[in-house]
Nanobody, 123 residues
Framework: QVQLVESGGGLVQAGGSLRLSCAAS????????MGWFRQAPGKEREFVAG????????YYDDSVKGRFTISRDNAKNTVYLQMNSLKPEDTAVYYC????????????????WGQGTQVTVSS
């Protein structure tokens, strides 16, 4: 399994940017697909973005397409989520997760999770 630690969250005004990082440890990171999910208070965890193990395939939820970019650096065992043009509705705890090879939108198909990082967007 992969151990994951997120960082980079914080408070930002609407229209601003943040970059989240997810540092991974474990032998299998380079063969793991990675996903970013988020959970707002009182809501279910939802898919944000995913990236394949080589980084050649990416998926985004429609709500973030064109504003967020997922990327990875396998040499650094790190996956990133660049978030631009942030909106108050992006406020949530953001989690990274891993599974073998191909990302999916379904949280129950991921087998390792980080502890989450809070993102708060003020209006």
């Amino acid at each position: 399994q992969v151990q994951l630690v997120e960082s980079g969250g914080g408070l930002v005004q609407a229209g601003g940017s943040l970059r989240l990082s997810c540092a991974a440890s474990g032998r299998t990171f380079s063969s793991s697909a990675m996903g970013w999910f988020r959970q707002a208070p009182g809501k279910e965890r939802e898919f944000v973005a995913g990236i394949s193990w080589r980084g050649s395939i990416t998926y985004y939820d429609d709500s973030v397409k064109g504003r967020f970019t997922i990327s990875r650096d396998n040499a650094k065992n790190t996956v990133y989520l660049q978030m631009n043009s942030l909106k108050p509705e992006d406020t949530a705890v953001y989690y990274c997760a891993s599974r073998k090879y191909t990302p999916t939108r379904h949280s129950d198909e991921y087998d390792s999770w980080g502890q989450g990082t809070q993102v708060t967007v003020s209006s």
